[in-house]
């Protein structure tokens, strides 16, 4: 059986679609959490030590069910 040096390091960033970026930012500061990077109206992120999370905005449905997580590979 041949071993697959290829893999998941790591968590690199969890993604949250936000119908209201602004109030997803203040909610995330509100935790204490501050903004690493930014692109005013389309992104936001935040580091949970070496965790990101990422805030998108979306006019979507549903505005509560949509997640994603970003794998960092060898």
């Given at each position: 059986m041949t071993q697959n040096?290829?893999?998941?390091?790591?968590v690199g960033i969890i993604i949250f679609l936000e119908n209201n970026l602004a109030?997803?930012?203040?909610?995330?500061k509100t935790l204490g959490l501050t903004?690493?990077?930014s692109l005013p109206d389309k992104w936001a992120e935040f580091e949970v030590?070496?965790?990101k999370i990422?805030?998108?905005?979306?006019?979507h449905e549903p505005f509560d069910r949509h997640s994603g997580i970003v794998f960092?590979?060898?």
């Amino acid at each position: 059986m041949t071993q697959n040096t290829q893999g998941v390091r790591k968590v690199g960033i969890i993604i949250f679609l936000e119908n209201n970026l602004a109030a997803g930012i203040e909610f995330y500061k509100t935790l204490g959490l501050t903004m690493t990077f930014s692109l005013p109206d389309k992104w936001a992120e935040f580091e949970v030590g070496d965790i990101k999370i990422g805030l998108c905005p979306t006019d979507h449905e549903p505005f509560d069910r949509h997640s994603g997580i970003v794998f960092e590979v060898d």
